[in-house]
């Protein structure tokens, strides 16, 4: 095994365990909320989902290159490749649509509260669930024909047909499939549109009630002070570090999809950077949500207080 490769299985395996950790983290916080019958927020739904959908990204892109970066280029054969990749494409669509929905809700919800803001509101809430189904649903149809992309690694395709994509192989004789990066990104640049659209306006709401504060010299009202507004200013964060990520994914699958013999750095860059948003997106959220870090600091406080009585 080069080196090369065991650094970058290294890096794979820390990030998806990393990642994977965190989103169940998050999950498990929203489970056990549920099963003590408390309330959740609309927007606790999506996160849920999000959750889901970058899980399934993770366990279907970084366990694969990591088993590749490792040398096991027998797993998965071709229709575990086909299976994984279009699972993958799946987990990653829901993310983004998850992404999209939490600060689409979260404009609105903070938008001006007159009659219209209401309305808009109580139709905003009644359509969660439908919209989070739609989600699913159009990246399971959108991704349908991803299998016709990819093949495994040993599969009975000409060499000078296929490009290397590590665990598995993408077709290059097929000119449909130099056409498929573009129908994927379709759903994706919608979605990035209205984020950028509900982030420009969260934005413009921020900064319009911090002047109104300053304006009145308010000692007890800031921004930071209300639940809403710190709840914007995580989704605001978040949306940023899914724009920075997925922008530079999108570079690299269409130069993946571009190039016939793409090489192993560019391959192996893409996968990871790929993986950034599902591993960083719990850490985010759980760091701008303090009653998740209240619910896991009672657990950390007695772990750590066991092992200095066990060392002791």
Not at 68 to 77: L, M, V
Not at 211 to 233: D, F, G, K
Not at 252 to 281: E, K, M, R
Not at 292 to 305: E, G, I, Q
């Amino acid at each position: 095994m080069a080196s090369r490769d065991l650094v970058i299985g290294v890096i794979f395996l820390t990030q998806t365990v990393v990642g994977i950790l965190g989103n169940f983290s998050l999950l498990y916080y929203y489970i056990f909320l549920s099963f003590t019958g408390c309330r959740l927020r609309p927007t606790d739904l999506i996160v849920k989902h999000l959750v889901a959908g970058n899980s399934l990204s993770l366990l279907c892109k970084g366990v694969p290159q990591m088993m590749a970066a490792f040398g096991w280029n027998n797993f998965p054969g071709d229709f575990g490749c086909k299976l994984i990749f279009y699972l993958h494409r799946i987990g990653r669509g829901v993310s983004i649509g998850s992404t999209c929905l939490l600060s689409a809700f979260q404009a609105i919800t903070i938008s001006p509260q007159n009659a219209r803001g209401i309305k808009l509101k109580r139709k905003a809430l009644k359509y969660i669930d439908f919209s989070i189904f739609l989600c699913w649903t159009v990246y399971m149809l959108v991704n349908i024909i991803c299998p016709i992309y990819v093949t495994g690694k040993w599969n009975n395709v000409s060499i000078s047909m296929r490009k290397d994509l590590q665990y598995c192989s993408g077709t290059t004789n097929n000119k449909i499939t130099r056409l498929l990066p573009a129908a994927f990104l379709f759903p994706d640049v919608l979605c990035l549109g209205l984020m950028v659209w509900a982030s420009g306006h969260m934005v413009f709401i921020l900064h319009r009630h911090r002047q109104r504060v300053q304006h009145i010299h308010s000692t007890n009202v800031s921004p930071r002070s209300s639940p809403e507004s710190r709840a914007t200013q995580s989704i605001l964060v978040l949306v940023s570090t899914f724009v920075c990520f997925y922008s530079l994914s999108s570079i690299c699958q269409v130069l993946i999809a571009v190039f016939d013999n793409p090489s192993w750095l560019l391959v192996n860059v893409s996968a990871l950077i790929s993986g950034c948003f599902p591993t960083a997106c719990p850490f985010v959220l759980m760091n701008c949500n303090s009653c998740v870090s209240r619910f896991y600091l009672p657990w950390l406080r007695n772990t750590t207080s066991t092992k200095v009585i066990t060392n002791a």
